[in-house]
């Protein structure tokens, strides 16, 4: 062979082996096209359900493409080397700098991502998903958007989409064996948590039970590599968009498949616990294992559900702000309807008097205008004695409060909504818009700063705001988690100490010093984050902290910024706002009268028949300068405003113990003892004063 034929083989062999300089990839619409000068390598064409395409890039012999919310890295040869699922829709890639950067857009969020294509496509930062089925449901509705006849030119040219292998396995029922292959190669690849569950739903409906455990086993692990914690709240939308878990539950549920409804529900206990609604599922299925004779698994599930009110606000449970909104709703209208009797009783008590007494000055009503101060002197508390207006300005006061927990529980609960603290987990780009809540500067600020910032890879920035932190015990902890992670040990388990002196109550400190708190989060470290320390992260009362304050916050602001709290916000009704501003100066008045010499009022006239008639009808208002009338007051107050509900002119539904059949007649019991008490205090009154008018006279 000569030695131009020898060189012409190695030249041959070598451009077989590696492309020439001049292939490079092209998009042009919906197609890539890869091109070695004038000669087509390959080309693939994208359907419109992936979304918009971004790129492509090459660099070295692979090509990156974005599709929708996913990069895909391609080889010379068109092999799908691997896939990244990035938490926004991808709008460019870049590689000017050496390494390929994947730029994404959520909600007004753009995030900047590092791509390594070394065994498969992995991204280098942490991948916080957002609540968006968009995003986390993309590769199942590509899946679904493919037409029948082109299901195999797509499972080809994207091997990575396990929903295309479910669809052939549909495509496929009389050949057992090709299903099976279809089944195995769905579970193959690496998946977002949200897209296993998506994938295990599909998978049990299918008739594949166990590979559908395998799934949510998947699910449960890529999560907890994620960040996702079962300390912490999820959404029903963030729930939704990974997976809808909870849904697939009830539909199970009502299929009586129980024993497929027991695996997803303790895949929800094990990683979403404390998920919204999730009191109510946990005793529908209490309720249908009851049925089905199993009162100790529903009392276990019962007990478990108990469980959740630790860290609760008043260890109400998960939703306890509702409770506390409905009690604050039910505290009001029982003092406004006091407020109000005991008004029109002093009203009618003195209003002849006071008619008499402002016609020289132009009457009742005109006299406003005429003579204003004169006037003021002979209101209609003016007549009333100091007891009685003390008691006045106790329940406006009262009231104002109870407006005040109105309103406050009304922000407290919108506040607790928000995406970025219900999404199971901190940090990421989702956990940047903690910024925009207006967070109240504080321990428990700082707490979830340092959080997003330790589960994001900066354990510099985590140590500032936990040192701002200090000495929040749950602080102290994570500060031994990151000296642990680095290898100082003593330090982590003084930190660690510290912690568990401070709050005896909390597991993470007591599980990173080798104990056994008896918590679900305790048992998912262990089995999915073994050999790692324990973060501890804020409760439910922490993280109201941080959002409202306390009902403290909600009063100073009515008296340092009024116009704030008739302003819409979120969680803020501007007429409750206003009402609360008009008590506020209600109060104000009250005190005020207290200064007021007190307005004659003859013997004679200090019973008129219309004040004797609501003394009868509004029990405790003829005696509201003794202690009796005021608790009379209260408890006929208190129980017409929770018999409300039977005339349908207001609802406590969060109020389950008032709604009840049971307390209903409590109720009930309560304002007939209130009318059968004033009844007999009201006689003795009527004697006392017959007795009085009778020495007045004689005298």
Known sequence: MSARRVLGFVIAAV??????????????????????????????????????????????????????????????????????????????????????????????????YTLDASGGLAVRERV?????????????????????????????????????????????????????????????????????????????????????????????????????????????????????????????????????????????????????????LYERYARILDAQGRSGEAEGWRQFTRSLNAGTLYNLGPQGLRSVRDAARLAT?????????????????????????????????????????????????????????????????????????????????????????????????????????????????????????????DDGAARDAYTRALPDACAQNNLGVIAQTRGDEAQARENYRAALSARPDLAAPAFNLGLTPAVPAAAFQRTYRPGEPRLCYPDQRSLTRATTGDLSTTLRTLLRSPQDVVTAAPGRSPRLGALLAAVALLVALLVLSLLLPRAALALRRARPLGYRALGLLLPGTTLLDSAWGGVLLLAWSAAVAALAPRAGVIAFPDLPTVASPAGQGAVLALLIATYALNTVVFVAAEVRHAQRVRRDAAA
Do not use: C, K
Request: aromatic share 6%; glycine share 10%.
């Open 15 to 112: 451009g077989a082996l590696v492309p020439l300089a001049s292939a490079a990839p092209v998009l042009e619409g919906r197609t890539l096209r890869y091109e070695d000068g004038p000669r087509l390598v390959w080309q693939r064409t994208y359907p419109a359900a992936m979304g918009d395409l971004s790129g492509p890039v090459q660099v070295g012999t692979v090509t990156y493409l974005g599709a929708g919310p996913s990069v895909y890295a391609m080889s010379a040869s068109g092999r799908v080397l691997g896939r990244a699922d990035l938490p926004g829709l991808v709008t460019s890639i870049d590689a000017s700098g050496g390494a390929v950067l994947a730029t994404t857009q959520e909600g007004g969020v753009s995030e900047r």
């Open 333 to 457: 209208l029982s003092l406004v309807v006091a407020l109000a009797a005991a008004l029109w009783a002093l009203q009618a008590r003195a209003w002849t008097t006071q008619g008499a007494e402002t016609a020289p000055l132009g009457g009742r009503w005109r006299s406003w205008l005429r003579h204003p101060l004169a006037r003021a002197r002979r209101v209609t508390v003016a007549y009333t004695s100091l007891g009685e207006r003390l008691l006045l300005a106790l329940l406006a006061a009262a009231l104002l409060v109870s407006l005040g927990g109105w309103q406050w529980a009304n922000q407290a609960s919108a506040a607790l909504r928000a995406p970025a603290l219900n999404l199971g987990t901190f940090g990421g780009a989702q956990g940047a818009q903690l910024a925009d809540l207006n967070l109240r500067p504080g321990a428990d600020t700082a707490l979830l700063g340092g959080l997003a910032a330790q589960l994001d890879g």
């Open 128 to 280: 916080v998903l957002p609540p968006d089925r968009r995003v986390t449901g993309w590769l199942a509705a590509v899946a679904d958007a493919t037409p029948p006849a082109l299901l195999a030119q797509a499972l080809q040219a994207d091997p990575t989409n396990p929903f295309l292998a479910l669809r052939e396995v549909r495509a496929t029922p009389d050949d057992p064996y090709r299903a099976l292959s279809s089944v195995r190669r769905a579970l193959s690849g690496p998946l977002p948590f949200p897209a296993w569950v998506q994938l295990a739903a599909r998978l049990d409906a299918g008739g594949y039970p166990s590979a559908a455990d395998v799934a949510l086993g998947r699910a449960l692990r890529d999560a907890a590599a994620r960040g996702i914690d079962p300390e912490l709240p999820v959404s029903r939308a963030t729930l939704s968009a990974y997976g809808n878990p909870s849904g697939y539950v009830g539909s199970l549920l009502a299929q009586n498949r129980l024993a497929r409804a027991d695996v997803w529900m303790r895949y929800l206990r094990d990683l979403h616990p404390r998920f919204e609604g999730g009191p109510a």
